[in-house]
């Protein structure tokens, strides 16, 4: 199915330094939705947007919607080691019966060396 | 409940053999969603129940798998005859109705030897 372009990867940081990821879409999304990931565990939502241009902050997160509505990225500012895991960006379908579904990026492993 | 609870957290089973997933949502989640993510990979979506509408199934890989939502609550995800590329985590998550954010479960690991 179809999946979102998210980048990086991967990601090996020290802790203090700013993060930055980025999803790519060829579709249109009305809402972007990025989720963090601890092993063992299903991801857990961060922050949510909702309209094309929006900028929302959570804590240490800022994540925004592009103005196209075919992109999203997502800010980490002054790293932490509990910021480990993996990032994913989803998107959901701005129109069609189907607008609950979740298209997910293949994620970004983060890790943050203390 | 207080989270959505999936169990077993693991499952291992023989190629061939018949495994069954639980999944029990929120209290009063109508949207119930499965998702499959395999190693490297990001969700993958399997099947959606909302309220007494008929599940949009259009995400089931084969016809070895199918899922039931008994009284509108739990979840149960049934794979036949498991092959080896059944192996991954399996998500469950709910939601108060089908546009809001989700809250997943903890996922069932799933290993076909």
């Known amino acids: 199915g179809q999946q979102l372009n998210q980048s990086p990867q991967s990601m090996f940081i020290q802790e203090g330094e700013d993060v930055s990821m980025n999803c790519t879409s060829s579709?249109?999304?009305?809402?972007w939705l990025w989720y963090k990931q601890d092993p063992g565990e299903g991801p857990v939502l961060l922050i949510a947007?909702?309209?094309?241009?929006e900028l929302t902050s959570n804590g240490r997160l800022t994540a925004q919607f592009g103005i196209t509505r075919k992109d999203s990225f997502l800010n980490i500012s002054a790293s932490i080691p509990s910021d480990v895991g993996i990032y994913f960006c989803?998107?959901?379908?701005?129109?069609?019966?189907?607008?609950?579904?979740?298209?997910f990026g293949k994620g970004t492993l983060l890790t943050v060396n203390p | 409940g207080a989270g959505v609870s999936q169990s077993p957290s693991n499952k291992v089973t023989e190629k061939g053999k018949d495994v069954e997933l639980r999944c029990d949502p929120i209290?009063?989640?109508?949207?119930l969603y499965w998702y499959r993510q395999s190693l490297g990979q990001g969700l993958e979506f399997l099947i959606y129940?909302?309220?007494?509408?008929?599940?949009?199934k259009s995400g089931l890989p084969s016809d070895r798998f199918s899922a039931e939502r008994t009284g509108g609550s739990v979840s149960t995800l049934t794979i036949q005859r498991t092959q080896q590329e059944d192996s991954a985590v399996y998500l469950c998550?709910?939601?108060?109705?089908?546009?809001?954010?989700?809250?997943f479960g903890s996922g069932t690991r799933l290993t076909v030897v």
């Open positions: 998550a709910s939601s108060p109705d089908s546009g809001s954010g989700y809250t």
């Open positions: 579709s249109i999304f009305n809402t």
């Open positions: 947007l909702y309209k094309a241009g």
């Open positions: 989803a998107g959901q379908k701005a129109s069609g019966g189907s607008n609950y579904k979740l298209t």
């Open positions: 209290s009063g989640h109508t949207a």
């Open positions: 129940f909302q309220g007494n509408s008929a599940p949009d």
